[in-house]
């Protein structure tokens, strides 16, 4: 078996550029799981370089490598931490802007809209 080691792949015409390492990935642009109880911390990353920790369940996600534009797409979820039912979702921060290079996201309680920290929070970025 032979192996091919390229630094990036393209399309026919120059397009749709990828690095073996996004491949791998899964093709996110962007992904992290981090402990946001307690001191925050980065758990696991993909192209993610901090985060900051505004106060309770408010966080900004800085990237290493900035997005080409705003128009990404992001998801969002975390653990219920054992809160007997207490869940909570992970959206864009109200009066913030999307920016290249970070975007800053919330977790709130489902049951009442309260900010919330939990141990297991995961963003993910899709864009270009």
């Known amino acids: 078996m032979s192996t091919i080691k390229v630094n990036n792949l393209q399309n026919a015409s120059g397009g749709s550029n990828s690095t073996p390492e996004e491949i791998e990935q899964g093709r996110a642009k962007a992904w992290v799981n981090f402990k946001g109880t307690s001191t925050v911390t980065i758990l696991d990353d993909f192209n993610v370089s901090t985060i900051t ?76």
Do not use: C, P, W
């Not at 309770?56 to 992001?74: E, I, R």
């Open 53 to 128: 920790d505004h106060s309770t369940g408010q966080y900004t996600v800085t990237f290493s490598n900035a997005m080409s534009n705003a128009n990404y797409a992001f998801t969002g979820i975390n653990s219920s931490d054992g809160d007997n039912g207490n869940e909570s979702v992970v959206s864009k921060h109200g009066g913030t802007d999307v920016t290249t290079s970070a975007l800053r996201v919330r977790v709130t309680k489902t049951i009442d809209g309260s900010y919330t920290d939990k141990n297991h929070t995961t963003v993910i970025i899709f864009g270009d």
